[in-house]
């Protein structure tokens, strides 16, 4: 990705995403204080601070956008999880953290380096064994996991916050290797506000994956395949539950 690209990115990105659509910098801050923070482990807080220096530090979960993952983790009582797109591995954790002592994670990447990041704070929380992570390009991941027998079907709980231009191909093998009445999560799905903007006001930067979000948004409501709850947390985040 083109340096200026990413710095514009990072700009836009923290000046709309951390607050959500709150649009209140003050009550996002309540909310984190009161709510968020005293829950968060230390290790979660550790990959956190650790994420903040990465040039990329816009693409970590938002804590806020986490928080929810982790309760519908442990609400559904999720034990075999997979994860497409893991950067340093805030969320990965924090699944990792709500599932059972034998639960198992498919996480996802195509970079170990900044799994690297978060990787200590992981071994420190002792839930390394819980993971399985395969570096390598996700549909080609997808693909050979829905070749293994006893894949299909069997997944619990989906988490995506990958490239957004394949969020609508990760979908179709996603639905296939969640279970039925099994959750899938995508992580953007807001765009920092920009699908509910007119496309002259979009920033170039952010126009191609503005696309694939508008395209994915409207899929997912017309998918009679799922229940879905898109929220407005972080930078939005879409729940979709496999009905058959």
Partial sequence: MDEEIVKSMKSYMTDTKDAGLLQSEELYQYLLGTSVYPRE?????KIREATRSHPWSFMGTSPLAGQMLSFMLKTVNAKKTIEVGVFTGYSLLLTALAIPEDGKITAIDVDREAYGIGLPFIQKAG??????FIESDAMLALDNLLKEEGNEGSFDFGFVDADKVNYLNYHEKLIKLVK?????AYDNTLWGGTV??????VPEFMKNN????????EMLASDDRID?????????????RRLF
């Avoid at 839930?127 to 399985?132: A, Q």
């Avoid at 039925?180 to 899938?184: D, Q």
């Avoid at 509910?196 to 006001?201: G, I, L, S």
């Fill in 196 to 201: 509910a903007v007119p496309e002259t006001e």
């Fill in 180 to 184: 039925v009445g099994g959750l899938i």
């Fill in 228 to 240: 879905i709850a898109q929220l407005p947390l972080g930078d939005g985040i879409t729940f979709c």
């Fill in 210 to 217: 503005r696309v694939a979000v508008l395209k994915l948004n």
């Fill in 127 to 132: 839930v390394e064994n819980k993971i399985n």
């Fill in 41 to 45: 482990s230390e290790h979660l807080k």
